[in-house]
């Protein structure tokens, strides 16, 4: 029997009832010397009146009761289930209302806590502005990247960049790339900026996603692709001049004793033309290397007999210049391929020692690997030469580039790659004591 049906028959019987008892009272009261029996029938009166009462205002507090859990959000509550007339079906009701209600919130909580997470676990740092200009970090990546600014405005930011700042300051949504400064290195980062008004208030959200690593990929696999179309072209032309020329020279090189000077000078320019043209090929045959991205094959090994080696490697080759060599902590380990890394590691020590050599009576080196904040190794190669000047130091990684006499423009280019092929940076600035100072993150 529903709840309906079972409130209207005990309405119906509490009315009736409540005739019942007022005929009753009125004939007692118009009987003379029933005394007794008037007492009795105003009581039982008085009774049914407040059973009817009681009756018709439960559910009127049952439902009041209920619209006030719902608007102070007291999902717990719980309601009589005793009673008849179909009061334990109203509050089976209520309950389960409530109990609906309770995993409905519990299930909007969890996507909440889900999408927090997802929102600060995410590799993009959000920051965001509010009307009054103060920025806050939105997730884990922001406070990593960010976690030396000192406050809350844009202009807290400038010691990541003018414009970066400036970009912070300013309002409407944009997307560009901007180089930052970011633990000391110059990094190229995608800015999106986008405004978002929700119930009445609006928030601008700034996304900010380093992408030199990214870039330098893509030079890299560029200059690689140049550099293989370059040297099959011309080993393609050089060839057969090559070959022709050697022929040349070696026909030449059989003829009797030149008869006349014109003879001899052709001979000359044949040999000539044929070592110059071996050399060439030589020369391009050397720098196919570069054409061919290397393929590194990570695995962990602990850094500090790996460094020692390449101390020992580099005393052998530089007696007189004196390396330092730190790393921290002592048992840092790193996931590298091991032999390329210290073909990088060997060229720019080389490079570090012949640098100072040539510029100091004292030269001195230093080797240091340490773990960074990010959970990242950081490798410095340090030498008190003269330096790379600013001009260059967008050059020296390039294929051919060198500003050595004997040099190729062939090592710090392979050095790159080999860094990148691990994805890692590697840059270079000004040494505190002057010099150079080389760094590679990985």
């Known amino acids: 029997m529903g709840f309906s049906r079972r409130f209207t028959l005990g309405l119906i019987g509490w009315v009736v009832a409540l005739f019942v008892a007022q005929g009753m009272l009125i004939a007692a009261l118009a009987t003379p010397g029933l005394g007794a029996a008037r007492i009795v029938a105003g009581l039982m009166f008085a009774a049914i009146a407040w059973g009817l009462w009681h009756h018709v205002s439960y559910t009127n507090h049952a439902v009041a009761r209920f619209v006030e859990t719902l608007r102070f959000g007291d999902v717990g509550a719980r309601f009589d289930r005793t009673g008849g007339s179909g009061f334990g079906a109203l509050g089976q009701a209520f309950d389960n209302a409530l109990a609906q209600l309770r995993d409905d919130r519990d299930r909007a909580a969890d996507e909440l806590r889900f999408r927090e997470a997802l929102v600060d676990d995410m590799p993009v740092a959000l920051l965001t ?73 609006r928030t601008r959200a700034i996304t900010v996603q380093p992408i030199q690593g990214t870039l330098d990929s893509v030079e890299v696999a560029a200059q690689t692709d140049i550099v293989r179309v370059l040297t099959h072209e011309i080993l393609n032309s050089l060839t057969p001049v090559t070959s022709l020329a050697s022929t040349a020279a070696a026909l030449l090189e059989g003829q009797p004793p030149a008869a006349t000077a014109d003879l001899a000078d052709a001979r000359m320019a044949v040999t000539t033309l044929a070592r110059r043209a071996e050399g060439l090929q030589h020369f391009v045959e050397s720098y196919r290397a570069i054409a061919r991205p290397p393929v590194v094959t990570p695995a962990r090994f602990v850094i500090a007999p790996w460094a020692d080696e390449l101390a020992r490697l580099f005393a052998a080759d530089w007696p007189l210049v004196p390396l330092t060599r730190s790393v921290t902590p002592p048992a840092l380990q790193i996931d590298a391929d091991r032999a390329m890394l210290a073909q990088v590691l060997i060229n720019l020590l080389r490079n570090a020692a012949e640098a100072a050599s040539a510029a100091r009576a004292d030269p001195a080196v230093a080797l240091r690997i340490a773990r960074a904040r990010d959970a990242s190794v950081a490798i410095e190669v340090e030498d008190n030469g003269p330096g790379v000047p600013d001009g260059l130091r967008g050059d020296i990684f390039l294929p051919f580039f060198t500003t050595r006499k004997a040099g190729t423009g062939v090592g710090l280019n392979l050095a790159r790659q080999i860094v990148v092929a691990h994805g890692g940076t590697i840059d270079v600035a000004d040494a505190p004591g002057g010099g150079a100072l080389f760094r590679i993150v990985i």
């Open 129 to 201: 502005i509010d009307d009054a200009g103060r920025i806050a970090p939105g997730n884990k990546a922001a406070r990593s990247l960010f976690r030396h600014v000192p406050g809350a405005r844009a202009a807290d930011y400038a010691g990541y960049g003018a414009t970066f700042a400036r970009r912070l300051a300013e309002d409407g949504p944009r997307e560009e790339v901007l180089l930052l400064s970011i633990d000391g290195r110059p990094q190229r980062v995608l800015m999106r900026s986008a405004v978002l008004e929700r119930l009445g208030t």
